[in-house]
């Protein structure tokens, strides 16, 4: 998978065939990327661990997670990906739009379960273990749609849909909890405030804008920040910066001067040293080191 396949925040970039919604990817960090920064989008994700050990953050929520675990990212869940010490870690990616399961005229199927499941109302697992109880239920339905992926017969789009409601009812009927437990308005504050970042990161951007942009004052801000994503706005930004730059430096042929500004800093010199700092090399080491 190409690293610029995964956009920062809520993806603006389509992962799937808009005229069969269902696509999967095979990852490996830190082999493809570092990590994937904390973002979200419309689709639903399924994150199939294969063989080692890393983290994966739903919704502020850290997990360590490691081969033969499967975490399920509804749509508009907060998530990303981390590495884990120097470890590396091998993963199944699926994307795909819920709304392929929707039918023309709404049945018992999408408002009693899809839509309340997709919306949060009906609250599920976010990880499944090789010992959590309904996990071979789950995989098994992923697995399938794994394997005829595979030769794509005519009328396999027919199968996985079939295994996604299959999934589904394992999901509505045997995995729903009694309580949510999201935190709607913090997250929601949140996404507005990532999506301002990823729309605008390459600007000049002041606490006190960010601040007015969910009503708060540039001292609450600060403070929601930090208590919720664990580290300082400004912080935070310099590290959005510095991995967009990261992505740059391997996706063009840009000089490190172009990307630097492309990015938000107006000083090459700073630049370098603050990206030195957070990947121990130089942006040209690292566009040397990674391209060999």
């Known amino acids: 998978m190409n690293i610029l396949e995964y956009e920062n925040y809520q993806e603006k970039k389509p992962h799937v065939d808009v005229s069969f919604p269902y696509n999967t990817y095979l990852c490996s960090i830190p082999l ?55 470890l590396s870690m091998e993963y199944e990616n699926i994307i795909f739009h819920a709304g392929m399961l929707f039918p023309r005229t709404e049945d018992t199927s999408s408002t009693d379960f899809l839509r309340p499941l997709l919306s949060g109302k009906i609250t599920v697992p976010s990880i499944f273990t090789s010992i959590s109880d309904h996990y071979d239920a789950v995989s098994a339905c992923i697995d399938a749609c794994d394997e005829i992926c595979k030769t794509k017969p005519k009328g396999y789009e027919l199968y996985i849909k079939g295994k996604l409601y299959e999934l589904f009812f394992v999901l509505c009927s045997r995995c729903r909890e009694e309580r949510n437990t999201r935190p709607t308005k913090s997250l929601d504050k949140m996404k507005v405030i990532m999506k301002h970042i990823e729309n605008h990161y390459m600007e000049r951007l002041t606490i006190a804008d960010m601040a007015g942009l969910i009503g708060f004052s540039e001292s609450h801000f600060m403070r929601y920040f930090k208590e919720t994503m664990g580290t300082s706005f400004i912080d935070y930004l310099r590290e959005y910066r510095l991995t967009m730059a990261a992505r740059l430096l391997l996706a063009s042929d840009s000089s490190v001067l172009s990307i630097s500004g492309e990015v938000g800093f107006d000083n090459l010199s700073y630049f370098n040293r603050a990206f030195k700092k957070e990947y121990g090399i130089t942006p040209s080491q690292y566009r040397k080191q990674e391209s060999v």
């Open 32 to 86: 493809d990327f570092d990590r994937v920064p904390m973002h979200w989008h419309d689709e639903m994700e399924i994150i199939y661990i294969k063989k080692g050990h890393g983290y994966v953050t739903v919704d502020f929520k850290q997990y360590k997670v490691s081969g033969s675990t499967i975490v399920l990212i509804l749509p508009g869940q907060l998530h990303s990906i981390d590495q884990y010490d120097d």
